[in-house]
C-alpha cells in the first residue's frame, strides 16, 4: 500500500497532485511520499515487536538527507558502505552507536572515520579487512566492534547481479572457515566480537532462501558460542522484495519475515538487526516524467519521455519492471494501447519499457513510473549533461524540493582547467 492515488481524476502524492509539483519544479523529478516512508519502516519495527531489535535502514537505496531525517525521528539506525554514507548519516543527525558499516572495500581512512565518529559494529569480509581493521583501531587507541559477514551458500533466487549469498559472489567468509575466523579475530589486538552478520541478495520474493540462511547462522551461533565467543547480535541483513508489478506480484509480507526471523533465531537470545533498503523507500517514491513525443513506428509506437537511462538505471541495468501510470486518471474502460517508452539518451538501452499496454497517453501528458524510491535518485548520473534528477518530498498537503535541479552552469562550473588551457 502507497500514497500514490488517484483522486479528482488526479494521480496525488499524499494530498498533492504530482502535476502540480511538475509546474513548479519542471520535470523529470522524483517524488516520495512521507507517509508511505514512515509506514514501510514501522512495519519492519513491528515486525520484530517483542525482540530486542535495530532496523539498519541500507541507505544506498535512497540517501537524501530529509529520507534519512525521516527515518531516524522514527528511530531507524543506518547501514552504509562508504565513507560518504556514515558523513551523510551523522549529517542527518544518527549518531554512531546507530550506525553498521558493511562493505567488502573499506579503506583505512573510511575505518578512521567511523571508528573515531562512533560506530554500533564493522559487518567485516575478509581476513585482510580484519588485520587493516586492527591496525587502525591501534592506531586510534579504540577497540572495533565487528561481526563476521559470513557467505551461506544459498540461492537467493533473485536477478544475477543483485544476488550476493552464493559461494561464488566476493561477499564474506565461506561458512567453512568462519571457525578459523572468528579465531583469527578474537586474538586480534583492537578487535572485539559482538556478532554474526549475512545478507544473501536484493529483491528476494520468497521466504525459502532466508530459511536456509538464518538456519545456517542459528547453528553457527552455538559451534561459535561453544569456541568460547560471546555472539550477542545477529545482523541478518536486508533484501525483501517488494511488488513491482501490481497486477501479478505479492511477495511475502515483513510480518512474515519478522515471524521467520524468530521462528528460526529467537531462542538465541541474541539482538536482532536487519537492513532494509527497497522495501523502506520503494514504494515511497516515484519518479515523474513528461512525454515529449509520441511516435509511430515500423510496427509499434513509441512514447519519447523527458526521463532516461540516467535517471533511472534499473530496467537497463536489471531489465527491471517499473509500472507506469498516467498522472490523468483514464476513463474507465479505456482501451489500451502497447507503446515502448523510452527516453532521450542514444542508446537502445535506454528504454524503459516494450510494449507497455497503456491508457491513450498524448505528447506533453505527465506519467510517473511507480516503485522509483530505491536505487532511483542514488543511481542517478548525469551522462548527456542532463541535470540531476531532482528530488521532492511530500508531506500530508504539502511538498519541498530536497534536491534541486543544477542548472547548467553549476555542471559546467564543476570542471576545472589544467594550467595548459
Ligand atoms: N545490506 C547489504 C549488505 C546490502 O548489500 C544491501 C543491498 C542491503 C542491505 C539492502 O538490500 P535491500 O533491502 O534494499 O534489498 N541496485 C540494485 C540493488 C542493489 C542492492 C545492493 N545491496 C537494484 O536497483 O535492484
Known amino acids: 500500500m502507497d ?13 498533492v ?36 531489535h535495530l532496523v539498519c535502514y541500507a541507505m544506498k537505496a535512497a540517501s537524501n538527507q530529509a529520507i534519512l531525517k525521516t527515518l531516524a525521528a522514527l528511530g531507524a539506525g543506518m547501514d552504509v558502505v562508504s565513507g560518504g554514507e556514515y558523513a551523510r548519516a551523522r549529517a542527518a543527525g544518527v549518531p554512531g552507536d546507530r550506525i553498521v558499516f558493511s562493505g567488502v572495500g573499506k579503506t583505512r581512512d573510511e575505518m578512521r572515520m567511523a571508528l573515531s565518529g562512533g560506530i554500533r559494529q564493522f559487518n567485516v569480509e575478509s581476513e585482510p579487512e580484519l588485520a587493516a581493521l586492527s591496525a587502525v583501531a591501534q592506531e586510534t587507541g579504540r577497540t572495533a566492534p565487528v561481526t563476521i ?3 551461506p551458500d544459498v540461492d537467493a533466487r533473485t536477478h544475477a547481479k543483485i544476488a ?3 559461494a561464488e559472489n566476493k561477499f564474506g567468509v565461506p561458512l567453512s572457515r568462519a571457525r578459523t575466523v572468528y579465531a583469527e579475530a578474537a586474538a586480534l589486538p583492537g578487535i572485539e566480537v559482538v556478532g554474526i552478520d549475512v545478507h544473501i541478495g536484493s529483491q528476494l520474493t520468497d521466504l525459502a532462501p532466508f530459511r536456509q540462511a538464518y538456519e545456517k547462522v542459528a547453528e553457527l551461533t552455538g559451534t561459535l558460542r561453544a569456541d568460547g565467543h560471546d555472539i550477542r547480535r545477529l545482523d541478518l541483513g536486508g533484501g525483501l522484495g517488494i511488488p513491482y508489478a501490481r497486477s501479478n506480484e505479492a511477495p511475502p509480507l515483513p510480518t512474515d519475515y519478522g515471524a521467520l526471523i524468530k521462528e528460526t533465531l529467537g531462542h538465541l537470545g541474541c539482538e536482532i538487526e536487519i537492513e532494509p533498503g527497497r522495501l523502506v523507500v520503494g514504494n515511497a517514491g516515484v519518479l515523474v516524467t513528461r512525454v515529449i513525443y509520441a511516435k509511430e513506428g515500423e510496427g509499434r509506437d513509441f512514447l519519447i519521455v523527458d526521463a532516461a ?13 517499473h509500472d507506469i501510470v498516467p498522472a490523468r486518471e483514464p476513463a474507465p474502460g479505456a482501451a489500451h494501447h502497447p507503446y515502448d517508452i ?7 538501452g535506454d528504454t524503459f519499457a516494450r510494449a507497455r499496454d497503456l491508457p491513450p497517453v498524448a505528447a506533453d501528458d505527465l ?6 524510491g530505491a536505487y532511483g535518485a542514488v543511481m542517478a548520473s548525469e551522462y548527456n549533461t542532463r541535470p540531476l534528477v531532482p528530488e521532492v518530498m511530500v508531506h500530508g498537503d504539502q511538498f519541498a524540493v530536497i534536491r534541486p535541479r543544477p542548472t547548467f552552469d553549476e555542471i559546467i562550473n564543476r570542471d576545472t582547467l589544467p594550467p595548459w588551457l
Open 17 to 52: 497532485p504530482v502535476s502540480e509539483i511538475a509546474a513548479a519544479v519542471g520535470t523529470p523529478f522524483y517524488c516520495y511520499s512521507t507517509a508511505t516512508l514512515t509506514r514501510h519502516f514501522r512495519l519492519f519495527d513491528e515486525a520484530l515487536e517483542g525482540t530486542d
Open 3 to 15: 500514497h500514490f492515488l488517484y483522486r479528482d481524476g488526479a494521480l496525488h502524492a499524499e494530498d
Open 309 to 321: 537511462m540516467n535517471d533511472l538505471i534499473r530496467p537497463a541495468m536489471y531489465e527491471a519492471h
Open 149 to 151: 559477514r559470513v557467505n
Open 164 to 166: 550476493t549469498g552464493k
Open 367 to 372: 506519467v510517473a513510473f511507480r516503485s522509483a
Open 342 to 348: 523510452v527516453g532521450p539518451v542514444c542508446e537502445t
